[in-house]
């Protein structure tokens, strides 16, 4: 079974400062999702990556396919960056492919 | 604009209340899934559909049904409703990949159920 952890929980921060999230996987994936939720529900998808690192925005994220690792970044944050950001898996098991879910980062940007 | 729309954004049901979710997208996605999201629990997969009148079950069936009768509508039938089914509601599609991956999920709005 694949296990998908985050760090931290949550994270408080200054506007402007640079934030990292972390998700670790135990078993080899074939692609990993960042997604957002902001309160009120709605959840958008940010990133789909299986190597290297994609930039969108303020928005970077990084996957180290060996240490089985993945990060995302915001620079200059805001306010509105506050927000839950989650990580999810995509791996082959049992003849097909399924997603695990992180349990996600809660994110406040303080002005 | 891609678009995932989930019918009702709050709804309050008693308990032994059938209960209807329903999902529309506009992307002519083949993959629609079902999730409830609970504090600290993440996102729990109930079922989800590759096909027209297609389904399978997911992590969490238990108490739920569904219904794909057409490509764009994707519908979470609580037979019986009970307070444990209390949750946040959450509606994706997306396109498939090669060899049934899922692609980038969509995700409606959210449906929050109170089961009383």
């Known amino acids: 079974k694949n296990e998908v952890e985050q760090s931290p929980q949550n994270l408080t921060a200054q506007e402007g400062e640079f934030i990292t999230i972390n998700c670790s996987y135990s078993v080899g994936i074939s692609a990993l999702h960042w997604l957002q939720q902001h309160p009120g529900g709605g959840i958008v998808s940010l990133f789909m990556l299986s190597s290297g690192k994609k930039k969108h925005g303020r928005l970077i994220a990084t996957i180290n396919i060996q240490e089985k690792h993945s990060s995302l970044h915001i620079t200059a944050s805001h306010p509105r960056d506050s927000a839950v950001y989650i990580c999810a898996v995509r791996w082959y098991m049992d003849s097909n492919y399924q997603l695990i879910w992180g349990a996600g980062t809660k994110l406040i940007i303080k002005p | ?116």
Request: net charge neutral; with cysteine; hydrophobic share 30%.
């Open chain 2, 1 to 116: 604009d891609v678009k995932v729309t989930q019918s009702s954004r709050y709804l309050v049901k008693r308990t032994g209340e059938k209960v209807f979710l329903e999902c529309v997208q506009d992307m002519d996605h083949e993959n629609m899934f079902w999730y409830r999201q609970d504090p600290g629990l993440g996102l729990r997969l109930i079922y989800f559909s590759y096909d027209v009148k297609m389904k399978e079950k997911g992590d969490i069936p238990e108490g739920y049904s569904v219904s794909r009768e057409k490509k764009e509508r994707f519908s979470l039938i609580l037979e019986s409703a009970s307070t444990n089914q209390t949750s946040m509601y959450l509606c994706a599609s997306s396109l498939p990949s090669a060899r049934g991956e899922t692609g980038e999920l969509f995700f409606g709005e959210g449906s929050r159920l109170t089961v009383l």
